[in-house]
């Protein structure tokens, strides 16, 4: 049997099961539309994370060649983003304000336990989470770079560590 009428007899197998279970045929069709769209979002996602700043400067750019388009653009973006500006400028003037830093310095030593034991309770509800961001975190560069200087510190501090031992070893010797 040549491949060709293997190949021809695979598919007259496939036609005459999906002939008897349409249901499961389309079940699993449909499952790998789904798992296909599901992934398509993921590698969007992930492009759009990867390229923002720069989709953002293109954008900027189109944008700059029509004054009125980007005027709205920008007022939108400070619409949607609102809130969390105004949070970001009251968290500023908290953190420059002597009462407030005296204040929440206080209210922390007092709180301490329950705000270790709210964190304890996170984490424990939270662990696999938090394991899937160290992950990406240690593939990112930032946490690439991290892990080569703490290699440089610890390969430092090791011959260090070596280098005495062997004058020791040295000296009593």
């Not at 190949?7 to 999906?18: T, V």
């Not at 336990?113 to 961001?133: P, S, V």
């Amino acid at each position: 049997m040549t491949i060709e009428e293997r190949r021809a007899k695979n598919a007259e197998r496939m036609r005459a099961w999906r002939a008897r279970n349409p249901e499961r045929a389309n079940a699993i069709a449909a499952a790998g539309r789904r798992r296909n769209r599901a992934k398509i979002a993921a590698y969007r996602k992930i492009y759009y994370e990867k390229n923002k700043a720069t989709l953002y400067e293109k954008r900027k750019s189109y944008l700059a060649r029509n004054g009125e388009k980007l005027r709205r653009w920008k007022h939108a973006d400070y619409e949607r983003h609102s809130e969390s500006y105004k949070a970001r400028a009251h968290k500023r003037w908290r953190e420059n304000n002597e009462e407030c830093r005296a204040y929440e310095a206080k209210r922390y030593q007092r709180d301490k336990a329950i705000i270790f034991a709210r964190h304890r309770d996170y984490t424990r509800r939270n662990r696999e989470k938090i394991r899937a961001w160290q992950c990406s975190y240690r593939k990112s560069p930032r946490g690439r770079e991290v892990r080569a200087t703490s290699d440089r510190r610890c390969v430092k501090r090791a011959t260090a560590y070596k280098n005495a031992w062997a004058r020791i070893r040295r000296r009593t010797d």
